[in-house]
């Protein structure tokens, strides 16, 4: 039994079926649990937009806010910090004299990149870390195949996962947070703190969903009530975007595996598979997608290495996109939602998507970096995985 762990919360911002969180409640005397707000995640994109939206950082906030409220109520705290976290946490370790320290893996580029910038800085400390995989629902030694392996497109993974889907046990709430005496909390940081102006949210952005843990579980128990109970056919063939849960998703204020459970458990009784277990399916595909390919998902050239494939950077395009000033009116109409709410349809994503690579002949990275600032439930290996497939540089 370890005296004292810190715990980094990344994007993993929950209690509730949280493997590492329960890990460390259960491995140290008492644990600090620590979120820090990293200001480069803010800052403008080369193209001129944030990477992370006044809306997105919003949402973030509240959801922060309520998981310090949560642990609270556990008798622990949430230390809150601003800066790089690959420093701030190393020092915090140092600080408290803490053994270890345990957060979720990342795969994304610059995730990794800080992970192994701390990893770096907490051995001059003699302090160890631990990396828990936690943001798919099957873990990579129970997949049929190894990722260096993966299927090339997602009716195969489907068929050969589906034979025998091993889904992670749901880990139990930490009844009892502790956290040594005398820290300092801190104040969790409004948005000028992260270099926003609070104007830049728009006029007609009343009623957004709010950020935290207790509102995705309240729109799960919904769906599952109105859908999945019922046997009703949700409007849309996907509903994990359309309910918005995957925005909550996103944050991971709720677990993959948690809503597959639950809709498994609920339409026990069914013929049909409900579309939220495929949704599911498809992002865990496109999960290992990233990992197997990293930062080629990130190029123009995409997952497929098209290097033949000569894309327009045309910024006064661009811009007639991105303020729903093209000539085709849907496509304006979709961009304007999605730049005064944060959220379109899965089906507005695909149609606004293929206008700017099929009509525009834009470069669809731009696209993707636009849709990465604005869209609540950003996770990268989902918008950059569907931008390859929409630009024909994916694996389907």
Request: glycine fraction near 6%.
């Amino acid at each position: 039994m370890a005296r004292r762990i810190i715990y980094w919360f990344r994007n993993d911002l929950r209690l509730k079926d949280n493997q590492a969180l329960l890990s460390a409640v259960g491995s140290a005397d008492e644990i600090v649990p620590v979120y820090v707000f990293d200001p480069r995640q803010f800052e403008k994109t080369k193209l001129g937009f944030r990477r992370t939206s006044v809306l997105r950082a919003r949402f973030l906030i509240e959801s922060v806010a309520e998981l310090r409220e949560n642990i609270r109520q556990k008798g622990g705290d949430l230390l809150i910090r601003t800066g790089a976290p690959e420093a701030i946490v190393a020092k915090l370790a140092e600080d408290y004299n803490a053994e270890y320290v345990y957060t979720s893996k990342e795969i994304a580029p610059q995730e990794t990149r800080i992970e192994s910038s701390l990893s770096k800085n907490l051995k001059t400390a003699n302090v160890d870390i631990k990396l828990f995989w936690m943001d798919t629902m099957i873990n990579a030694f129970d997949l049929p195949f190894p990722v260096s392996r993966l299927p090339s497109g997602f009716a195969q993974f489907e068929r050969l996962v589906s034979n025998d889907l091993k889904i992670k046990d749901q880990f139990p709430t930490p009844e009892k947070i502790a956290l040594p005496t005398g820290f300092e909390a801190g104040a969790i940081p409004g948005l000028p703190e992260l270099g926003i102006d609070p104007n830049e949210i728009p006029a007609r952005s009343a009623g957004i969903l709010p950020g935290g843990e207790t509102h995705a579980l309240t729109v799960l128990k919904e769906y599952v009530e109105q859908y999945v109970k019922a046997d009703s056919i949700y409007p849309s063939a996907e509903p994990l975007t359309d309910t918005r849960l995957s925005g909550w998703l996103s944050l991971g204020c709720i677990s993959a595996s948690y809503i597959y459970r639950s809709v498994k458990v609920a339409q026990s009784h069914a013929v049909t598979e409900d579309p939220i277990i495929t949704n599911l399916l498809k992002r865990e595909f496109l999960h290992w997608t990233l990992l197997r390919y990293g930062p080629r998902m990130f190029k123009p050239s995409g997952i497929q290495h098209h290097f033949n494939r000569r894309w327009k950077n045309d910024s006064a395009l661009f811009g007639q996109w991105t303020n729903g000033q093209t000539e085709n009116q849907a496509v304006n109409d979709i961009i304007r939602k999605l730049n005064t709410t944060g959220f379109i349809t899965a089906a507005e994503r695909e149609l606004a998507a293929k206008y700017l690579t099929d009509t525009l002949d834009i470069n669809w990275t731009w696209g993707a970096m636009y849709f990465e600032s604005l869209l609540m439930d950003y996770e990268a290996s989902v918008n950059w995985g569907r931008w390859n497939n929409v630009a024909g540089v994916g694996e389907g």
